[in-house]
């Protein structure tokens, strides 16, 4: 079974309170801890990446981004989708040829651009011509923006998770959807939902689970506490 294969299967037949949970490496050290620690796949954070490489989150050259995917893929035996944020502005088929050739059985692609919605139809065309490109190639997590940069409606959440799935998107990912809303959109979105969770803080992944989350990530949160763990030791070891 390739990995794909694996990555997808991991996906279905979960029960209530037991979702995928994916941390987020951002570099090869990260990863393979994470892969050691016994995770069965990962999920990189752009943004994560992008505060590693030195840049602010949407700005990180594409080259960049995925030469620290195929990093971190040749890191660990594991299934790692990449988080690509819009696509860099590539076509569909060098899309998919740029993921494949980093290692990546997955890809996160969000449907808002410099804060702003996209346009639903525009962009399931767009998510349709990546898997007729990716075939059965790649895992594609649709991100829905409605409740980062839109007005919170549950309603156009699931309007646009169903033209997604319809166009092809394994799983959609309504980011930064309230917890109260989740079992909404579950009984409102066909397949899988990714759902992020607060490192250390909100609901536990498995009340997340119970809530109706398939799968469950962290964006570059783990990141960020592992940051603000290394400040209190460079705080410790400075000199006085």
């Known amino acids: 079974m390739s990995e794909v294969d694996v990555f997808r299967r991991l996906h279905h037949g979960r029960l209530p309170g037991d979702p995928l949970v994916l941390p987020g490496p951002w570099d090869a050290a990260s990863a393979r801890v994470f892969a050691e620690a016994g995770y069965p796949a990962l999920a990189t954070p752009s943004a994560g990446?992008?505060?590693a490489l030195g840049y602010a989150d949407g700005r990180t050259p594409a080259d960049e981004m995925f030469a620290a995917v195929a990093r971190i893929v040749r890191a660990v035996d594991v299934p790692v989708s990449a988080d690509?944020?819009?696509g860099y502005g590539l076509?569909?088929?060098?899309?998919?040829?740029?993921?494949l050739e980093a290692g990546a059985v997955g890809c996160n692609l969000e449907d808002s651009a410099g804060g702003v919605l996209k346009d639903p139809r525009e962009h399931a065309e767009w998510?349709?011509?990546?898997r007729r490109a990716a075939g059965d190639r790649l895992f594609v997590n649709a991100r829905v923006d409605t409740?980062?940069?839109g007005d919170g409606d549950p309603d156009d959440a699931?309007?646009?998770?169903?033209a997604y799935v319809a166009a092809g998107a394994d799983c959609v990912y309504p980011i930064g959807a309230p917890a109260d809303v989740l079992p909404l959109l579950r009984s409102g979105i066909r397949g899988p939902v990714n759902v992020f969770a607060q490192a250390g803080a909100g609901p536990s992944p498995t009340e997340l689970g119970e809530l109706g989350a398939t799968r469950?990530?962290?964006?570059p949160g783990l990141q960020r506490r592992a940051l603000a763990a290394l400040?209190?030791?460079?705080?410790?070891?400075a000199p006085v």
């Open 127 to 130: 998510l349709a011509q990546v």
């Open 84 to 86: 690509v944020e819009g």
């Open 91 to 99: 076509a569909p088929k060098e899309l998919v040829e740029r993921l």
């Open 216 to 219: 469950v990530t962290f964006g």
């Open 231 to 237: 400040r209190e030791i460079a705080t410790e070891l």
């Open 158 to 162: 699931i309007g646009r998770a169903a």
């Open 49 to 51: 990446i992008a505060a």
């Open 147 to 149: 409740f980062a940069y």
